[in-house]
């Protein structure tokens, strides 16, 4: 039997707005359980909610990165169910009149570009957090009323391979716009995974996984979901609609419930909040307030400052360093020898282990005058590795660093040529070597003398002596 996956997706992605949603409690990650909450966000009889603005302007913003059409008339629904992690036995949603609606997303996925329409993005509260320890079940509501913003696509993914690359390009834009974080790690983006086996051109029983919060844990439930699936039909068993989570430890998939159809949960309008009306002048707004997104950075990259394809992906991959990179241009660094930089030390220092987020703690200011300390010969390209792990995270200069270190390069061809007689008239067979043709020798000399004068003898000079004098 020939089965084909289908995969739709469901993204939850909170916003980076300063406070919740209906109420003025921070908008923060972490904390003592319960202490980021007020009678509004808890649940409280009688409290009235209050629309946070920028919570509605960010999702329109994520909307018009993704080519949507924005609705000019919204409203507000009660999404009914009880569950101990939402305490008033509703979740404050978007049911029937979304804010944005029919756009898509291209993408490359094996080299090959793709599409993907998105069905709908709606506004909503996030719910609380259930803590599970020694049999006990403790409910932390600080997450309750952060402003959520659900992403969902039309079933137009077909495998792990391309849900992964239609996923970060996704996360790109969401952290472009700035109207999110993304940090998965910390829950600010998850995704439930619609999935279904049928034969090509059809549409089979579908499953849905809930709560992915890392693009391995969506790989990984994908191909269990696909192999779980497959055996039961070729068994010429029936597929459950159904409601799972999948163990991203034991790598496995289980059953939660039956899954839910809108009717269960009994959706009607919201009664304590007005629609949300947009005009055309409110939508060029916050459209002239989106900064170029990925693929615009590409394109300007490669055809206007002329680095390779290969660089202008990586630069882009997160807007943090490309912003970096943009900046450290702007003050004066070559486009290339800052993008190989960035790309060999910063990121080095950057990415964590465990993380899919970058961490930058240096500026533009710092990165442009470190290239420029190389340039000028003050300071070696092996040597400014050290002055970067020095400022990293701190404002001190590059250049109070490199007197700090006592890293500042020697450029006296003098003192150097003096060194490398000496190691020469040490080591005659290096110089046999090398005069009998092995001009890889040459490593050797350079090397001893780097190693005499500590790193600090300038490798150019090195370079130029050496050839003389071996001759």
Not at 196 to 216: C, D
Not at 231 to 241: P, T
Request: hydrophobic share 35%; charged share 25%.
């Amino acid at each position: 039997m020939n089965l084909i996956p289908t995969i739709g997706l469901e993204v939850h992605c909170e916003l980076k707005t300063a406070s919740k949603i209906f109420c003025s409690c921070p908008n923060v990650f972490g904390g003592e359980p319960n202490s980021h909450c007020c009678p509004v966000c808890s649940g409280f009889p009688g409290v009235l909610p209050v629309l946070n603005r920028t919570a509605v302007e960010y999702t329109v913003k994520a909307g018009l990165a993704m080519d949507c059409e924005i609705s000019r008339y919204s409203k507000w629904d009660r999404k009914n169910y009880f569950y101990p992690d939402l305490p008033k036995a509703w979740q404050t949603s978007q049911y029937d009149l979304p804010l944005c609606k029919a756009g898509k997303i291209e993408y490359v996925s094996g080299g090959v570009k793709k599409t993907v329409r998105i069905n709908r993005i709606h506004l909503e509260e996030d719910a609380g957090k259930l803590v599970h320890s020694g049999g006990v079940t403790h409910v932390d509501y600080n997450r309750c009323g952060v402003p959520l913003m659900e992403i969902v696509t039309e079933p137009d993914l077909h495998s792990a391979e391309d849900t992964l690359a239609f996923l970060e390009e996704l996360k790109s834009r969401l952290k472009y716009t700035g109207v999110s974080d993304v940090k998965m790690q910390e829950g600010s983006l998850r995704c439930d995974v619609n999935l279904s086996m049928a034969p090509a051109g059809e549409l089979g029983t579908r499953t849905e996984t809930k709560n992915l919060n890392s693009f391995r844990s969506v790989a990984r439930s994908i191909a269990f979901e696909i192999g779980r699936q497959t055996e039961i039909l070729e068994a010429g068993g029936k597929v459950e609609q159904e409601t799972r989570r999948f163990d991203d430890a034991a790598g496995e998939g289980y059953s939660m419930r039956g899954k839910e159809n809108a009717h269960d949960y009994r959706y009607f309008p919201e009664p304590d909040l007005m629609p949300v009306v947009m005009d055309d002048a409110d939508i060029a707004r916050l459209q002239s307030e989106i900064p170029p997104l990925k693929h615009e950075r590409i394109a300007r990259y490669v055809d206007t400052l002329g680095l390779p394809d290969y660089d202008a992906g990586i630069l882009t991959a997160d807007r943090d360093v490309a912003d970096l990179f943009d900046a450290t241009v702007a003050l004066g660094a070559p486009p290339k020898k800052a993008s190989n930089y960035i790309m060999s030390e910063v990121l080095r220092l950057g990415k964590t282990e465990g993380s899919e987020d970058v961490a930058i703690k240096v500026t533009a200011a710092q990165v442009a005058e470190i290239l420029a300390l190389v340039e000028k010969g003050e300071v070696s390209l092996a040597a400014s590795r050290g002055v970067l792990e020095r400022i990293w995270g701190t404002d001190e200069s590059p250049s109070a660093a490199v007197e700090a270190l006592g890293l500042k390069q020697n450029n006296d061809a003098g003192e150097i040529e003096e060194v490398l007689k000496k190691i020469i008239a040490d080591n005659p067979k290096p110089v046999a070597d090398y005069k009998g043709g092995n001009t890889k020798a040459a490593a050797f000399f350079v090397g001893q003398a780097m190693k005499a004068t500590k790193g600090k003898a300038n490798p150019k000079i090195i370079n130029e002596l050496l050839g003389k004098l071996l001759q």
